[in-house]
């Protein structure tokens, strides 16, 4: 049973550079989150996924951007980047409906490192 | 104000201890509330749901108090392996994270 997966691992990239993680789900799961760690800090929600649509969003400027596939799969999206988007990014899944008492389950995250 | 805060510790206690730290939320309809462990440079993972009643997992134990808008976590008889951080996590319309408490356990 895959778990989720993320890719890359690492990335670092330069200030004004654009930067695209990816993120499959959990096997069965159809819903997906993007969250942002930065060092110290818990995770914050930067927006949810479902049906190909933005579900939810939280309180992150426009250069974050994401896109869902058919195949639940997901992709996270910053442009612009700033020295401040340098954090863990980590991707979870879920299942549709039930997100109120439906557990997350993370993939390892893609550590960026804008400099 | 923060949506979820909570005591950044560490705890620092000897094998065997009963270690509890509690987490606030600021807000009053949220619906769900859990307890996830973070090991260094992992991915978090679900440890425990948070019931109104109050539930035990083996050693854990996870209190929720809504008019005063916190819930605890208490570890008994500590083992070395529960040395993590542990996050608060509350859901409204999206889960909430706290920072994190850490917790070391001693030999």
């Known amino acids: 049973d895959a778990g989720v997966t993320q890719s890359p691992t690492h990335l670092i990239k330069t200030r004004g550079q654009q930067v695209t993680l990816r993120c499959s789900p959990k096997s069965g799961h159809d819903t997906v989150s993007w969250y942002q760690q930065a060092l110290g800090q818990g995770p914050q929600f930067i927006f949810q996924y479902y049906e190909e649509e933005e579900r939810q969003r939280g309180n992150f400027p426009d250069r974050f951007s994401g896109h869902q596939f058919p195949n639940y799969s997901s992709e996270l999206n910053v442009n612009a980047l700033l020295l401040g988007d340098s954090a863990l990014y980590l991707c979870a899944s879920s299942l549709a409906g039930s997100s109120y008492n439906s557990p997350l389950h993370f993939g390892n995250g893609t550590r960026l490192t804008v400099t | 104000r923060k949506e979820v805060e909570q005591d950044p510790g560490p705890f620092n206690v000897p094998e065997g201890a009963t270690v509890a730290f509690n987490c606030t939320y600021s807000?009053?309809?949220?619906?769900?509330f859990f307890w996830y462990r973070q090991d260094c440079r992992k991915e978090p993972k679900l440890l425990m749901s948070?019931?109104?009643s109050g539930n035990e997992d083996g050693r854990f134990t996870a209190q929720l108090n809504r008019a005063s808008q916190y819930i605890s976590l208490l570890i008994r008889d500590s083992k070395l392996s529960d040395s993590a951080t542990y996050l608060c996590v509350v859901y409204d319309y999206k889960l909430s994270f706290g920072a994190g408490t850490t917790v070391t356990v001693r030999a």
């Open positions: 948070v019931y109104s």
């Open positions: 807000n009053s309809a949220s619906q769900s």
